[in-house]
């Protein structure tokens, strides 16, 4: 854990997202803080809904204007919540990059692989087209594209769903940002490109030392790759720990839920996030209640009308330096007990 | 969709009556749509709209300006512009809707057959379409009139031909789309004959498209008759029609430009209605906007 | 025509993506072009009474009847008379004029440059102003910028040709006259003043065509704009720029092409009556005379060489589509 001890390389204080329309408001995060420490994998879990992949979006910027963004967001210890789309431009790809979930469609159909990736090398290195070129050879070679000199002249289309995952990557790694965020990268693969990419992610921390925030509903993903877990419900953090202890002892009941899933035996397949009974509330509906109370099997009067806050539970090993077990519930739990009712959610 | 809470399903209501208040709540498309009515009325009742006989000369008071007695002036033989605009917007309106007609009986079958049974009699009847959208639309219609003779019936044939290209096309890609839909796949399973799947499932499948379709193809054939007219390949001068009126304008452009304002601008109104309710109506019934 | 049915199947040669699409594009144009020539063919034949007559023009003593039967070879098999006619037409020998006494291909070739230079100024100004106004409408979406370039491109759908062309001589070459409304001077004798009778023209014909444009580049923007590459874009830190002018609007302008492919069908219809208006001695002018003088040598001559050019640039769009259009030059999933 002595990454952990580190100044954070991003960190996010009470972020809070909002989309307003011309009826009504909706609140998509409710603050959310979070620290990220250089060379980490922080893995962000929760049902699609919760707030995981807007809060990506907050932090690159990338919201549509419609949505209003509170609370600060810290990369390399300055200010860009609320930066100008100018300043964005000159941070993003840079100094934080991000790669998406669908890389079928996140690539430009009508222009070349290599030259895509020169593009951001081009920005901000400011190299001529023939160094841009040489350099995406060697980016493709690094993100483990076979035969890179021939593939950096193919079109999109030419490359399968994986390959097409691994040139995001080389572009997104480009110009070695310090953070990058990976939002669901191996859902719309197959099962057994899966691993490919989560390895090139591994060795990229490993060789670049870049932080990785990944956000992921795939609790093996986590197992395997992350040192850190946030889960997020209904845009709020629940529960917060290093990976081998919320694995171990999870304290939340929705944790255990989650968990419940990973923990059967025989589960098919994919290991999906549990559907848990009843429906993801609206952050509208209950601002002084715990969110989770309605399918909360534990859930009591107080849960129902107060918020539990998001406090740091029995101290551990890393609890000074950000990498301490947090929970958001009035009745944290002890043992690892499953769910009353849990089955596979077939997306 | 106020709050999250689950509620009792939401879509109650008919889709079709849900589109017809999305319509309805388009302003610009309402706005076409009562122009369009006000068209479709002056030329139902033209005789009693228009204030004088359309093709009575008063040569006295030849190329008089808009006045009292006259609201839309005289033309070079002093008949009444205001009459002759609303007798030629009858013209307009019965082209506009014959050569549409004329256009979907001849398009829809065939539309029909070449999406529905595919292979050889699709590749016959898109061979058809190619070869007849080879001819630009003026080259076909001026040589319709030049075999045919000019008149506003043959005018209207050969708009009418010149539309079904696209019909046949729009139809076709619909057919197309809804023979692999479940309603129509299961009444295929359920040995539903070919005429049935056609025209009871396929057909009303395909409205929309069609529809959205007409609305394209009224200010078109709108303008067709004009142009035609206008070039003396339609409706013969004495008669009215918006564009013979245009055609006659050309000579006094500079003593009495009312005589090519107003004709022009009854064709501008009537086109832009129909093509503001179009487009409101492909907003509702297309959101695909397949059919461009 | 079962025969040239079963041609247009795809070639299962081992050819380049690229390469067997274009044969197979170039052999479906070839087809097209033979039923339209049978049908401007069969056409001229389907008049009402003797095609003799229909030939002859004026000149109808029996003696000329029977030397223009003899010449056209009317008394011959009507499949022997295609294959004339067609031969002929290959060779740049489209007949007689009736009207003038010269060959129609003559006159042909006397009016396309007048008809090519309106065309090609007035797609010049479709496209740049099209395009223009398409991406200010998309990027500046909700604001009054949109709202006038759709207002502007729905009326320029609305108000016809020919009324459009009144209207400017009206108003630009009587009122206030800036350019001259009638009369071709050619470019090469006088550029100015060649410039003087055209701009009326080309607006004229191109008016349209720039909203039908406008309106496309404007509904492919949109989608490009709301894209996930166009993300991918942004989130590499590319400047507005570079994320608008390149990602979105290369792809933008597949769709564009296109529309413009489909639409130069209008443009060659629209020439027709600009012609008219503005007295210019171009294609449509000819037809037109053609059609009252019942000079049908020549409206066959001119409606197959219209129909054929129009194929022609439909190929070429085509070709023009799958160059911009890497899925399609290279074969592959789509």
Redesign the interface.
Known sequence: MSLAMSEPVLSVRDLSVSFCSD??TVHAVDHLSYDVAPGEVLAVVGESGCGKSVTAMAV?G?LPPTARIGGSIRLGGREIAGAS?KE???????DI??I?Q?PM???????TIGRQIG??LR??QGLSKKEARARAVELLGLVGIPAPAQRVDE?P??LSGGMRQRV?IA?AVACDPSVLIADEPTTALDVTVQAGILEVLQSLRERLGTAIVLITHDLGVVADTADRVLVMYAGRPVEQAPVDELFAEPRHPYTHGLLGAVLRPGGEGKRRLPEIPG????L??QPEACTFAPRCAHADDRCATSRPGFKTLAPNAGAAAGAAHRAACWHPQHAPALMPTTREAGQ | M?????TTPARTRSAGSGKLRALRKNRLAMTGGVIAAVFVLAALFAPLVAPYDPARPDFADALAAPGWSHWLGTDDLGRDQLSRVVYGARASMQVGVLAVALAFVVGVPLGLLAGYYGKFTDSVVSRLTDTMLAFPFLVLAVGLAAVLGPSLTNATIAIGISQIPAVIRITRAETLRLRHVDYVAAAVANGGGDATVLFRHILPGATSALTVQATVGIPAAIIGEALLSFLGLGVQPPEASLGVMLSGAQSFLAPAPWMAVFPGLAVVAATLAFNLLGDGLRDVLDPRGATR | MSLSLKTARPVPVRLSPMTSYLLTRIRQSLITLVLVSMVVFAGIRALPGDPALALAGEERSPAALAAIRADYGLDDNIAVQYGRFIGHAITGDLGTSSRTGLPVADAITAALPVTLELAALSLLLAVVVGIGAGIVAAVRRGRPEEWLANALALLGLSVPTFWLGMVLVLGFAIALPVFSASGYVPFAADPPDNLRRMVLPAVVLGSGLAAVVMRQTRAAMLDSLS???V??????????R?VIG??AL??SL?TVVTVLGLQLGHLISGAVVTEQIFVLPGFGKLTIDAVFTRDYATLQGVVLCTSAAYILINLLVDVAYSL????IR?G???
Request: net charge positive; glycine share 6%.
């Open positions: 009826t009504r690159m990338l789309e964005l431009g000159r941070i993003r790809g840079k990059a991000m998406f669908e469609t996140s690539l430009n159909p009508v222009l593009e951001v920005r901000h079109y289309h030419q995001m572009i429906l993801v509330p609206s509208d509906t | 106020t709050t999250a809470l689950p | 894209a996930d590459y993300r991918t874009a942004r989130a590499k830190g590319l400047s507005r570079e390149t990602h290369r792809n597949v911009i259009d890497p899925r290279l592959g999933a789509r």
